[in-house]
């Protein structure tokens, strides 16, 4: 039996009604903004790895930062040091058809033709602190890697003058993943220093990817094969802070000191490795996050806005003269 409240309704006119009501239905349930609201903005963020304590610091600012725009929905994927992966999540953020695409590159030359994907799909792209092959990206936001290897080379060559007369002595340098900007610049620029002193020694020269464990074994691997080592100058704290434990266990922590790279804040930061005296010296290689955010925020929002194509930031030489000051300048909230 018909439902009493449907005996007066033509059967032609209730598909009439069946048509308007799946109109109504499909237009409140599409994607574009109703009357009065601001359609909100997709930002993608391919990051390299979250394995270390830099990136994990990255991400965390980036999460605070881009929290304070309401209209902007953030997405990270960590590529876990993976080109292949990495490659495969900007094709799918492509496909997502993000308002903005950051990029942490694992490496420059895989990662260039999916960059330059992104931006024959009309995507704004920021390319963070690591360099890629060709330029394909709207901006890149950097800190001198070659100025950060000169500066700590030169360190080194000062503190083997103060303890020898003269620049002598032996160095185990741990490096980052070979290959990629700040390995490259951080190397080149501590050996231009290096070559003008004959009676400097590099005697090892591992790599280790980045990764304090990895630097544990082959810094252990090369203290048992050189007796006699001044200076272990690794890529970022955490291999310097890995070289120092190896050293530790063997019972020679004392007979050299610690350099590293990176100056993070926070109770587990390379600037406080510096207060408790495990490390010698770090240079802090800004998250550059903060100039991204800025950056990106002025793509989103403001139409006639042309970013520089290239943005470089400071660094900063942290020791213990400086580190107590330096740290409350490089911790922000919610770092750990």
């Known amino acids: 039996m018909k439902d009493r409240s449907q005996r007066w309704i033509k059967p032609g006119w209730r598909m009439v009604i069946i048509g308007c009501a799946m109109i109504a239905l499909v237009a409140s349930c599409s994607s574009g903004p109703h009357p009065g609201q601001s359609r909100q903005l ?14 994990a610091a990255q991400n965390a600012l980036m999460t605070t930062l881009w929290a304070k725009d309401p209209d902007v929905k953030l997405v990270i994927d960590d590529a876990q040091q993976d080109n292949n992966k990495q490659i495969a999540q900007i094709e799918t953020f ?43 990206y709207t901006t890149y936001i950097k800190a001198d890697n070659y100025d950060i ?16 007369g003269s620049a002598r002595g032996n160095i185990i340098q741990i490096k980052g993943l070979l290959g990629v900007e700040g390995e490259i610049g951080r190397n080149d620029g501590a050996q ?3 070559a003008k002193y004959p009676g400097i020694k590099i005697v090892n020269n591992a790599v280790a990817d980045w990764i304090q464990a990895k630097a544990k074994d082959r810094a252990t691997e090369a203290l048992r094969a050189n007796p006699k080592v001044d200076v272990v ?50 240079f ?25 194509k ?13 580190a107590a000051e330096e740290y409350q300048k490089y911790t922000f909230a919610g770092m750990q």
């Open 284 to 308: 802090v290689y800004p998250l550059c996050v903060d100039k991204a955010v800025e950056i990106g925020e002025k793509i989103l929002h403001d139409p006639n806005f042309k970013p520089e």
């Open 42 to 55: 997709f930002v993608a963020f391919s990051q390299c790895n979250n394995a270390e304590p830099y990136r």
């Open 233 to 282: 100058y690794a890529h970022n704290d955490p291999m310097a802070v890995g070289a120092y434990l190896a050293a530790k266990e063997l019972g020679r922590e004392k007979e050299m000191i610690f350099v590293g790279v990176d100056g993070l804040g926070g109770p587990s930061g390379g600037i406080k490795k510096v207060m408790d005296g495990i490390l010698a010296a770090t």
């Open 94 to 136: 492509i496909r997502q058809k993000p308002d903005l695409l950051i990029v942490a590159p694992n490496e420059r030359a895989p990662l260039t033709a999916v960059m330059g994907e992104a931006m024959q799909a009309k995507v704004p792209v920021i390319c963070l602190e690591r360099d890629i092959i060709e330029p394909n």
């Open 310 to 322: 290239t943005y470089i930031l400071h660094s900063t030489m942290i020791t213990p003269a400086n």
């Open 149 to 164: 290897g000169r500066e700590a080379g030169q360190f080194i060559v000062d503190y083997l003058t103060k303890e020898y």
């Open 192 to 194: 231009e220093v290096f």
